[in-house]
């Protein structure tokens, strides 16, 4: 039993918001309804892991850095914790990518 994957997924996560926060992307732009789309999207995808575990489609990995608990059967601690990063990945990257463009057009005109 390890915690190294659950700590770098909450360092990953950290570094992820420090970085929305200070470039005012998604989190740091309005912070209350980034909090709510984080929490549907989180919502929405810990949904479909459930029904992939309750089709025997999902298992989980007895990997030597996770901790071995288990939020439900085949539901370790750890993916809730990914599937919010995921999130916060994405929207990261969208709202990103966004002000890139923005940036680049009012740079063309």
């Not at 980034?34 to 007895?62: C, E, K, P, Q, S």
């Not at 901790?67 to 990914?82: K, R, Y």
């Amino acid at each position: 039993m390890s915690a190294g994957y659950l700590i770098a997924l909450l360092v990953s996560l950290a570094g992820m918001v420090l970085l929305d926060v200070r470039h005012r992307l998604f989190l740091g732009r309005d912070p209350w309804r980034a909090a709510l789309v984080l929490a549907l999207g989180t919502a929405f995808f810990l949904l479909w892991d459930l029904a992939g575990i309750g089709l025997g489609i999902f298992f989980r990995d007895d990997g030597q850095f996770a901790t071995g608990i288990l939020l439900a059967p085949e539901l370790p601690i750890e993916e809730p914790i990914f599937l919010l990063f995921l999130c916060q990945l994405t929207m990261v990257l969208v709202c990103g990518a966004e002000k890139v463009l923005a940036t680049r057009r009012r740079a063309d005109a």
